[in-house]
């Protein structure tokens, strides 16, 4: 049975950093491509990053400069640090893994909140 768990959320003032961490079981971690993704109120979901098994990054361009993924093979958990948080940046966190080939199915984790405010 594929998990992944979220952690990591909460309140944050706005210019603040915060760690989130997911934490997969049931799946051969170092060849999924783990991402991070987020859903605001009465948004889509929207992209925020995403890491292959190998290392390579992609961050949404928005976050650029401010989200760090990265990830540990070993104990098959995948990061995102956060910086200079902004309100705009309020939202539930979702993990993601996925293999990357056609028609791979996408698992998912409940979602961590963040909430960036005063």
């Known amino acids: 049975q594929v998990q992944l768990v979220e952690s990591g959320g909460g309140l944050v003032q706005p210019g603040g950093s915060l760690s989130l961490s997911c934490a997969a079981s049931?799946?051969?971690?170092?060849?999924?491509?783990m991402g991070w993704y987020r859903q605001a109120p009465g948004k889509q979901r929207e992209f925020v990053a995403t890491i292959t098994g190998g290392g390579i990054t992609n961050v949404a361009d928005s976050m650029k400069g401010r989200f760090t993924i990265s990830r540990d093979n070993a104990k098959n958990t995948v990061y995102l640090q956060m910086n200079s948080l902004k309100p705009e940046d309020t939202a539930v966190y979702y993990c993601s893994a996925k293999l990357t080939i056609p028609g791979a199915y996408e698992y998912w984790g409940q979602g961590t909140q963040v909430t960036v405010s005063s």
């Open positions: 049931g799946i051969s971690f170092s060849v999924y491509t």
